[in-house]
T-cell receptor, first 116, second 109 residues
């Protein structure tokens, strides 16, 4: 009965390093969404994935950011050559279907990235 | 270009009274409208939603109203309780939800 699991909860990286954030959706959910929340701002959509497919990545920065949701294992958001502006909370959400009765997304606790 | 706006960054309400949180949107093609509650250092928690074919949805103390002609969404909490103090986000979309910037609600005991 686990919810959406994200790890690590906190990640510290120096400029130029790589950050990898993982998300395991709720059991039975095949749709994963990544959102980013900068300090004092709302959640910004980044990418929507289904198993092995990127459906919509219109919110992803064009460079350094990538996401995947392999057939086996968690979804991974990868940020290469991190910069201070990447410091944010990254939230993952999942849903069982795009046409759910309530339209609800189930969110994880988030991964807070700090770039020194 | 912000498609979903929450113009009030904060709201204070006395315990037992009604809290009304507002949200405006620009895209008439949105299918679903959702409200989430968020505590610091936690993920957003779903509260209530409404589809574009309805104008009201109620769940206990929470009621969401949708005015499609005005492209306006509101959340009513009655009666407000101190535990309701949190940041409330509205979101709108179809599969990709656009979130507002949030309203910080403080319910005073």
């Amino acid at each position: 009965n686990a919810g959406v699991m994200q790890n690590p909860r906190h990640l510290v990286r120096r400029r130029g390093q790589e950050a990898r954030l993982r998300c395991s959706p709720m059991k039975g959910h095949s749709h994963v969404y990544w959102y980013r929340q900068l300090p004092e701002e709302g959640l910004k959509f980044m990418v929507y994935l289904q198993k092995e497919n990127i459906i919509d990545e219109s919110g992803m920065p064009k460079e350094r950011f990538s996401a995947e949701f392999p057939k086996e294992g968690p979804s991974i958001l990868r940020i290469q050559q991190v910069v201070r502006g990447d410091s944010a909370a990254y939230f993952c959400a999942s849903s069982p279907d795009t046409i759910a009765n309530t339209g609800e997304l189930f969110f994880g606790e988030g991964s807070r990235l700090t770039v020194l | 270009d912000q498609q979903v706006k929450q113009n009030s960054p904060s709201l204070s309400v006395q315990e037992g009274r009604i809290s009304i949180l507002n949200c405006d949107y620009t895209n008439s093609m949105f299918d679903y409208f959702l409200w989430y509650k968020k505590y610091p250092a936690e993920g957003p928690t779903f509260l209530i939603s409404i589809s574009s074919i309805k104008d009201k949805n109620e769940d206990g103390r929470f009621t969401v109203f949708l005015n499609k002609s005005a492209k306006h969404l509101s959340l009513h909490i009655v009666p407000s309780q101190p535990g309701d103090s949190a940041v409330y986000f509205c979101a709108a979309g179809t599969y990709k939800y656009i979130f507002g910037t949030g309203t910080r609600l403080k319910v005073l005991a």
